[in-house]
């Protein structure tokens, strides 16, 4: 594996390479972090240069600026940037995980050319929802509960109002290696900045149908535990689509990618590969 570092106007992106190939981009949700992607990216680095990063602002991608509130666009012009900077410009398979999908979808609206395909996991496009305006709100009470009480309070009550598990504190590890343990330190800090500075905005973003519906497009969703938010939103993103788009199922819940790395690349390879 390689890492570098990506400086761009008001950041420096932490980013890590593994194998040859063509280039596939794999883009994280609100963890940010590029350690949440290595047993799966390692499986697919037999066959694809796999590019892996922090997203700005969270774990070794440090803004260089006072932190702000962040919008999916800006996310996406890092990905460019990142393409550019390891890919050399040529086209690459991107898939993208929650917030990552929607990245991609800007990274895919603005500039068609640099994605080959683009695989969307249970993407979180509050806005598309019939209720959207209900969810607004309770993201600015849990943004509310996080300014008054902390993470843990806030993360309560996000979790189970959109049906997931919250990632589980450094000491609830036990026996796993350190790098576990770093990485799940670097997550517990990412989830302030995801309350404080993106939650509220990214959950705005309304993807561009007609780019998707001109692209080699896949949208994907969990096979594991109960409909979720994220169920709904990737549901209401096929409609959003629109002329038959269906949604494929992978292994594993919210992180199979994670949890399920060995089916879950696999699953990823054949999508890739029909999309």
């Known amino acids: ?7 761009t106007p008001d950041a420096e992106i932490y980013y890590e390479v593994r194998g040859s190939g063509p280039p596939l981009l794999l883009v994280n949700g609100g963890d940010g972090d590029a350690a949440m992607f290595g047993p799966l990216a390692g499986r697919l680095a037999e066959d694809f240069t796999v590019i892996t990063y922090d997203l700005r602002g969270n774990s070794r991608s440090r803004l ?9 666009e800006e996310h996406g012009d890092d990905a460019r940037l990142l393409l550019d ?11 993208g995980t929650s917030y990552g999908g929607m990245i991609g979808m800007a990274l895919l609206a603005r500039d068609p050319g640099r994605v080959r395909a683009l695989v969307a996991h249970e993407p979180f496009v509050i806005d598309l929802l019939p209720d959207a305006d209900r969810w607004h709100a309770l993201f600015q009470e849990v943004y509310e509960l996080y300014e008054r009480e902390g993470t843990d309070a ?6 189970a109002a959109i049906g997931v598990d919250a990632p589980p504190p450094p000491e ?27 939650l509220r905005t990214f959950v705005r973003f309304r993807p561009d149908a007609g780019a998707l519906r001109a692209a080699r497009f896949t949208i994907v969703i969990g096979g594991e535990g109960p409909k979720t938010l994220l169920h709904r939103t990737t549901q209401a993103l096929a409609e959003h689509v629109g002329t038959g788009t ?18 879950f690349a696999a699953a990823l390879r054949a999508a890739v590969a029909d999309c």
């Open 172 to 198: 609830a590890a036990g026996n796993v290696p350190e790098p576990m343990r770093e990485m799940l330190a670097r997550i517990r800090t990412n989830v302030g900045t995801c309350l404080a500075y993106e």
């Open 154 to 159: 806030a993360m309560e009550r996000f979790c």
């Open 246 to 263: 269906g949604v494929t199922e992978f292994p594993g819940g919210h992180v199979g990618f994670l949890t399920h790395p060995a089916p």
């Open 64 to 72: 260089t600026g006072p932190p702000r509130e962040q919008w999916i």
């Open 1 to 7: 594996m390689k890492t570098g570092t990506l400086t």
């Open 85 to 95: 900077t390891v890919a050399a410009g040529e086209p690459a398979y991107v898939f």
